[in-house]
């Protein structure tokens, strides 16, 4: 099963891996900083399945992008098995 998807609008869904949090603050640092960048529709974490659903549009934002933004907030993210986009 796939863990990315594309609508009709042209923005992708990706299924993140998230290691590294801790709390609920964590959850809020990552989602309100995803949200606030150009490009991205929606962040969603979950803490307890250290993972993060993200709508983006990938004309704006890179799927790569993303997960440095993550990883800059000091955490690690990378596509949860069977995504299939390229971390361009």
Do not use: N, Q
Not at 24 to 42: D, F, M, N, Q, W
Not at 55 to 62: E, G, K, L, M, S
């Amino acid at each position: 099963m796939s863990t990315t998807s594309s609508d009709i609008s042209g923005h992708t869904e990706v299924e993140l891996s998230v290691t590294g949090m801790h709390c609920g603050s964590c959850v809020a640092l990552i989602e309100e900083t995803l949200s606030r960048r150009p490009g991205v529709e929606t962040a969603s974490v979950d803490l307890d399945s250290a993972s993060a659903s993200v709508t983006f549009d990938p004309a704006t934002i890179t799927l790569g992008e993303i997960c440095s933004i993550v990883a800059g907030l000091g955490y690690a993210a990378e596509p949860a098995t069977g995504s299939a986009p390229a971390l361009a």
